[in-house]
């Protein structure tokens, strides 16, 4: 297998982003196999969907409805996360990464955090306001905010959590993405 570079790191991600096939349900267990053609692409065939992703140095996170993989485009390889090996789900919907470096994946299942070695999930009964976890983002004081399917978002600052909904002021309670502007505001 060759070597990943900053260019094929740019065309695998169009690639994934435009020409993956989406199936109607997700599949318990996902195949990703690398195929180079003549023309010396390597393209990477699953039968699942790619929901978000997380690019950080050479690593690129994937989440799917088939589990999360971490692709290493330094070195080629990549690895497959599931609830094996501690997520709530494998239908995972978002990703983010906090302050301290722990990466958070929003499932169907609730919300798992990683810290690279030890895997815990938060549910409704912890204080999400859904299980259904669909967009992650940290604002600048820290604090942790997660939107949900249908319910809302939930602000988590380490120990409490709050739920801000329409009538609270939010535009849907459906959120699908938040993002940080250079102001520190939050868009939902």
Known sequence: ????????????????????????????????????????WTL???????????????????????????????????????????LASNDVRSVGR?????????TIGGLSRYDGTNWRTFTTNDGLASNIVTAIAQDVKGNLWFGTMGAGVTCYDGTNWRTFTTKDGLGHNAVNIIARDNQGNLWF
């Open 1 to 40: 297998m060759k070597k990943f570079t900053v260019q094929s790191a740019v065309i695998l991600l169009v690639l994934v982003l435009s020409i993956l096939i989406v199936s109607c349900q997700p599949q318990p267990t996902v195949s990703w196999s690398p195929i180079e053609n003549d023309a010396g």
């Open 98 to 106: 906090d302050n301290q470096g722990n990466l958070w994946f929003g």
């Open 44 to 86: 990477f065939t699953n039968s699942s969907k790619v929901q978000k992703l997380l690019a950080e140095g050479n690593a690129l996170w994937a989440a799917t409805s088939g589990g999360v993989v971490k692709w290493d485009l330094g070195k080629g390889t990549y690895r497959k996360y599931t609830t094996l090996d501690g």
